[in-house]
Structures are given as C-alpha cells and as structure tokens.
C-alpha cells in the first residue's frame, strides 16, 4: 500500500541555518503531496502542497519539490528562525482522492 | 477554507466510561475524516464518514470502539468506547476542502482536535 517516510527527529538548528527535511514516498499512480505543520499546542496546518511531478510547493520561506523519479518530496528553507519550531509531516493523498496518508513526523527545534 | 470546531478540546476520563468528541463545519462537505494521533506519534485514519452512509473503518479500527455517527453534510460525531489508558490521544476530524483545491488537490483540513486523557 502507500507509504510515506520521513527522516526521524528531533532536528535542531541555529537560527538561519538551512533546512532540509528529507521525505519518500511509495504509491500507485500520481498522488499529490503535502507538507503539514503542527505547532506546539496547535493543530495541524497545510503547509504546501503539490499535485504533479516537477511541481514546487512553497510558503512562508518554505519550499518542496515533487520528484517521480525520486519518489521524493523533501521539504527546504533557506533560512530557519525560532518560530518555525514544530513538527513538521509529510503526506501523500492518491489521485482517487480518500485518506490522507502521513509520514511519521519530524520534530525540527530552532534555537536563537 | 472550511473552519472546523471540534469539542471538547481536551478532557479528562476515567477507565471504562465512553466521550463523544463533536465535530461540526461552517460548510457542507461529503467526506469527513476521523484521525488518532497518539503522543509522539503521526496521525492516523480511524475511518471515513460520508453522509448517509455507514462508516468506513481503517484496519484495526471497528464500529464498537468508535461509533461514529454522520446525521449531516456539516456534523458528524466521534465516540471512544469504554476507554482505557491506551486510547490517551488528540482525535481529529479532516475535512475534504473545496475552497482550496484549485491546483486539483483537494486539501484536507483539520480541527484543531480532541486531547483526550484516560486514567
């Protein structure tokens, strides 16, 4: 069935350091794919998204590029700050519509 | 994009009684999703509800755990059955939201969700 596979956490880095949150998928057919966010106490927000190979998903800083030949859809920001601390998931959700299936979550901590 | 309200938010329970967790929409929908995120861990699909319809549970999930009932296209309720310790989770309710599927991926969205504690 589908999966999705995150690198695991915790991730800490310095403010404005580069990030990258590694993410694979398997899956039949042509998923979109998804970037969540939880942060602490909060519920889970869309990130980015994106539909079809070579599309990039971007917001707040954050970028994702949908690779089919990788099954990849790793998850960058050039420039971190103490705000963007939470946990971060990968999705993927098949191109029938249905569940929304996750990876298993990266928790990223920025330090000042 | 739709705005969910789940209740409670969080609550406290004692082993063996039973929550219903309420999820309502400011906008019809046909899909609603129940998902369990236990601590520390992702999230996963308890089962889908459609309206009208009899749940669809996810394997390992069954109706007498969790009944859930789906009257209209903006409610639907979740309840945890004769709890235990294991069952310590946020639940939440995903929405399938139109508003924001213009690229073609419809986006789920969720509540904010149902701590649930059981000592």
């Keep these: ?46 990130l980015l ?45 098949g191109n029938q519509g249905g569940k929304l299936i996750f990876g298993q979550g990266t928790e990223l901590s920025v330090k000042p | 994009s739709a705005v969910i309200s789940q209740k409670p938010s969080r609550d406290i329970c004692q082993r063996g009684t039973s929550l219903t967790i309420q999820c309502q929409v400011d906008s019809q929908v046909t899909m609603m999703f129940w998902y369990r995120q236990q601590p520390g861990q992702s999230l996963t699909l308890i089962a889908t509800a459609n309206q ?9 999930f069954v109706i007498d755990k ?29 929405v399938e939201d139109r508003h924001r599927g213009s690229s073609g991926a419809n986006v789920l969205t969720f509540g904010a969700g149902s701590r649930l504690t059981v000592l």
């Design chain 1, 1 to 46: 069935g589908d999966s999705v596979t995150q690198m695991e956490g915790p991730v800490t880095l310095s403010e404005e350091a580069f990030l990258t949150i590694n993410c694979t998928y398997t899956a039949t057919g042509y998923p979109s794919l998804f970037w969540y966010v939880q942060y602490p106490g909060e519920g889970l927000q869309l």
């Design chain 1, 49 to 93: 998204k994106a539909t079809k190979a070579d599309d990039k998903g971007s917001n707040k800083g954050f970028e994702a590029t949908y690779r089919k030949e990788t099954t990849s859809f790793h998850l960058e920001k050039g420039s971190v700050q103490v705000s963007d601390s939470a946990v971060y998931f990968c999705a993927l959700r």
């Design chain 2, 52 to 60: 009208g319809s009899e749940a669809t549970y996810e394997s390992g």
């Design chain 2, 66 to 94: 969790f009944p859930i009932s789906r009257p209209n296209l903006t409610f639907s309720t979740l309840t945890v059955s004769n709890m235990s310790p294991e069952d310590s989770s946020i639940y939440l309710c995903s």
